[in-house]
């Protein structure tokens, strides 16, 4: 009798465990982000000896697909796992081929966020990105944060949206070799 016992209970830890993972793997969803828009830097062409370039440029006044927005959403498991310390945003950037005396950097304006769900005295915001920080090509970069106060246990994703960013490619001069040279900048979503 005591085998039977102990073979039970063997049986209902294990469906016990395999219940656990099934819930949480439920819970688990993917993070987002969408970017829209691809900036083409407009370097003019330089016609007079002895003249160089601007060096900087960006997509500041760009409209358009020369416009870059980014959104997202990070879903409620996520951030109940996060309540306390929020979520951050990373950039690095791959060459494609590149030059090692361009520089990139990238800043945001604007940028909404919305709680989606049953909430109660819940606040998300976005915070930093609002200066130019420089893209590494080796180390991901925080680029902004997204802060989270209140209740989220009910909460099934935080939206993010409107987040316009400016890109600034620096270092053009006539010393860095005619070429077309280009990069990809890849976003990730960690925990803060």
């Known amino acids: 009798m005591k085998m039977n016992c102990q073979f039970l209970r063997k049986a209902c830890i294990k469906r016990l465990i395999y219940i656990t ?35 900087t ?38 060459p494609n081929p590149w030059n090692s005396s361009l520089t990139l950097a990238a800043k945001r304006t604007g940028g909404t966020t919305a709680i989606h769900g049953v909430c109660l005295f819940c606040t998300s915001s976005i915070n930093g990105g609002a200066t130019y920080i420089p893209i590494s090509q080796t180390a991901d ?31 053009v001069s006539v010393t860095v070799p005619a070429n077309t040279y280009s990069a990809r900048i890849v976003f990730t979503i960690v925990a803060n």
Request: glycine residues 10%.
């Open 21 to 55: 993972f099934v819930l949480i793997s439920s819970c688990m969803e993917a993070q987002v982000v969408n970017v829209s828009g691809n900036w083409n830097a407009s370097i003019p062409v330089i016609t007079e000896a002895g003249s160089n370039y601007a060096g």
């Open 57 to 94: 440029y960006d997509n500041s006044g760009s409209t358009g697909t020369n416009q870059i927005i980014l959104s997202g959403t990070l879903p409620g498991s996520f951030l109940n796992l996060l309540s306390s310390s929020g979520a951050k945003m990373t950039m690095r950037y791959t």
């Open 141 to 171: 970069v925080t680029f902004v944060t997204f802060s989270f106060s209140g209740v989220l246990g009910l909460a099934n994703s935080v939206t993010f949206a409107d987040i316009n960013l400016i890109l600034q490619l620096a270092g």
